[in-house]
T-cell receptor, first 115, second 111 residues
Framework: DADVTQTPRNRITKTGKRIMLECSQTKGHDRMYWYRQDPGLGLRLIYYSFDVKDINKGEISDGYSVSRQAQAKFSLSLESAIPNQTALYFC??????????????FGAGSRLTVL | RKEVEQDPGPFNVPEGATVAFNCTYSNSASQSFFWYRQDCRKEPKLLMSVYSSGNEDGRFTAQLNRASQYISLLIRDSKLSDSATYLCVVTHGGSQGNLIFGKGTKLSVKP
């Protein structure tokens, strides 16, 4: 099994629908992240969490919310999806400490299409 | 100026060639630097960290120039399997775990 598992891997939805992307990890890492990747724009941070009680906005949090249900689970929600949220979404984890905190382990990605 | 800038490429090189990528970053407070590799339709994976003194891992050499705020990656004896997008990554100032990704440089190694 993968260290970081994302579900669903692919989703097509319509404008206005609520969508949840889920992420679970077996790395035992405290830190979890959600990124989106768009062609030509690279990876951009949406939200991150340094422990179960800690949630922080990233560069592009508008239109998204997150929930850290447990150390191993971090979900991303789009309350009312819009077409410009069509993208490839990655969950990632990292350890703590000076060196470990900057080494990200990514999930395989969730490709979301909003029509 | 964007925080992390890379030439998007593509770099098309023959097998066995040596190829170098550069990356510039804007925040002089950034403390940690990395190269990640991303294969087509796959997740990014850490290739190597970049240390101040420069570091080598097999055919890959990374260099950091703090004064000029750029990072380089040199690949010697290119293999077909090196074809991928290479992402330059820096920490956001001194923040741990807050990484800024470049848009990536695409490398295509041809037979």
């Amino acid at each position: 099994d993968a260290d970081v598992t994302q579900t669903p891997r692919n989703r097509i939805t319509k404008t206005g629908k609520r969508i949840m992307l889920e992420c679970s990890q077996t790395k035992g890492h405290d830190r979890m992240y959600w990124y989106r990747q768009d062609p030509g724009l690279g990876l951009r941070l949406i939200y991150y969490s340094f422990d179960v009680k800690d949630i922080n906005k990233g560069e592009i949090s508008d239109g998204y919310s997150v929930s850290r249900q447990a150390q191993a689970k971090f979900s991303l929600s789009l309350e009312s999806a819009i077409p410009n949220q069509t993208a490839l979404y990655f969950c990632a984890t990292s350890d703590t400490g000076f060196s470990g905190a900057n080494v990200l382990t990514f999930g395989a990605g969730s490709r979301l299409t909003v029509l | 100026r964007k925080e992390v800038e890379q030439d998007p490429g593509p770099f098309n090189v023959p097998e066995g060639a040596t190829v170098a990528f550069n990356c510039t970053y804007s925040n002089s407070a950034s403390q940690s630097f990395f190269w990640y590799r991303q294969d087509c339709r796959k997740e990014p994976k850490l290739l190597m960290s970049v240390y101040s003194s420069g570091n080598e891992d097999g055919r890959f050499t990374a260099q950091l120039n703090r004064a000029s705020q750029y990072i380089s990656l040199l690949i010697r004896d290119s293999k077909l399997s090196d074809s991928a997008t290479y992402l330059c990554v820096v920490t956001h100032g001194g923040s741990q775990g807050n990484l800024i990704f470049g848009k990536g440089t695409k490398l295509s190694v041809k037979p």
